[in-house]
């Protein structure tokens, strides 16, 4: 199969925020209070009602001649050092159009993966304003793009009864999906396990908006080295290994997602495990199973089904550079719960080729398996109406 004649969507790339994202629709009230870019000790620097939240980098392996530069420089960049489609989003869609892409998912840089630094603010009324300027934003960029962005909406996830609101108002304002905290706990709010949560999962059925879960999207799974690399390694062995190590940080979510029973009691909700990979998918699934019946034979009658049954049913993975086993891996998940992704303008994105690496990654692959998980599965997910004749 050609994969130029499909309408590939990228269902994983990143936004630098521009420094007046949250100022330039703030009540006249928070206009000081709401994330905005300062100067502090010579350095640009987010900060949120006086609060540095963090560095104003780049957040980008790209720069201004669009050449992507490995390792762990990037760290030191600002947004002048970085391509213009990090931050500018009509720049972006020419991107897309450049490397034959039709769509891509956006997640966010400053907030956090998950929203959590969010969960630093005090003043509830404020907290929230990050989150609705945030998505009121974004739906710009999706109308401003023609539905080829389509970033998910934030959470704020510190406030239950917020986030079922935020739920129906972004799905009435058009975007396609939410981006959840994976561990709220972390800030004294109920895990995603406990009942409490139930309201929020059924808004999320009620909508049709799937939930979003990407890697490091809480404060205690958000770190470019965690605990992994030992303390002897240079700064990229550890942005190497911390990275990959990451990527299997998902499996908890997972796992507790499962066995909580939150997909036994909402089997219409689809999640999703982003930036994670899928290689490790199958191994743990089959562990999962084996485990249900070792470790937790009280949960075998609150389960209809075994891990891997509800994965198949309602969960779906996403993969960019992975290539020797995808064939086994999509026999074992179903060719129907797999995305492709490219993690664009980040480390480990798939910059300045990813249709070439893609169709060597597809290569052998029966064609209807190819057009869904480049394209069908992603579409039919976030309701992406797709040009009726091919490129």
């Not at 100022?23 to 300062?38: C, E, G, L, M, S």
Request: hydrophobic residues 45%; aromatic residues 10%.
């Amino acid at each position: 199969m050609d994969i130029t004649d499909l309408h590939i969507i990228d269902v994983d790339a990143h936004i630098t925020e521009p420094p007046d994202l949250w100022t330039r629709n703030a009540p006249a009230a928070f206009a000081d209070r709401v994330p905005q870019v300062v100067e502090v000790d010579g350095r640009d620097v987010w900060q949120i009602d006086g609060v540095v939240i963090g560095r104003a980098m780049g957040s980008s392996v790209i720069g201004t001649d669009g050449v992507k530069v490995p390792g762990f420089g990037f760290i030191d960049w600002y947004a002048a050092d970085i391509a213009a489609a990090s931050y500018d989003m009509k720049a972006r869609v020419e991107v897309l159009d450049e490397l034959g892409l039709y769509a891509q998912v956006l997640y966010p840089n400053t907030a956090g993966f998950g929203a959590q630094k969010f969960g630093e603010v005090v003043d509830p009324e404020l907290r929230r304003l990050c989150a609705t300027l945030y998505n009121d934003a974004m739906v710009e960029i999706q109308e401003e793009s023609g539905n080829r962005l389509l970033p998910m909406a934030l959470m704020p996830w510190w406030d239950l009864e917020a986030s079922i609101e935020e739920v129906g108002r972004a799905a009435r304002n058009g975007l396609r999906g939410v981006n959840l905290c994976s561990d709220p706990q972390s800030r004294g709010v109920a895990d995603l396990g406990e009942r409490a949560w139930d309201p929020f999962w059924e808004a999320c059925a009620e909508y049709e908006m799937p939930v979003n879960f990407h890697i490091g999207a809480s404060d205690t799974s958000l770190t470019w080295f965690g605990t992994s690399p030992w303390p002897s390694q240079d700064d990229e062995r550890k942005l190497a290994i911390g990275s990959a190590m990451m990527y299997l940080s998902n499996a908890r979510i997972l796992a507790n997602l499962v066995f909580a029973g939150v997909l036994e009691r909402f089997p219409s909700v689809k999640f999703v495990s982003v930036e994670s990979g899928i290689g490790w998918i199958p191994f743990f699934l089959e562990s999962l199973d084996y485990q249900l019946y070792e470790s937790s034979p009280s949960a075998v009658s609150q389960l209809s089904m075994l891990p891997s049954e509800y994965f198949r049913r309602q969960v779906f993975g996403c993969f960019w550079f992975e290539k020797a086993a995808l064939g086994p891996v999509i026999d074992a998940l179903g060719e129907d719960q797999i995305l492709f992704e490219t993690d664009y303008p980040h480390p480990t994105c798939l910059y300045p080729d990813p249709l070439p690496r893609v169709a060597e990654a597809t290569s052998g692959l029966p064609d209807d398996t190819v057009r869904k998980i480049l394209q069908d599965n992603a579409a039919s997910l976030y309701k992406v109406e797709l040009p009726t004749a091919v490129r």
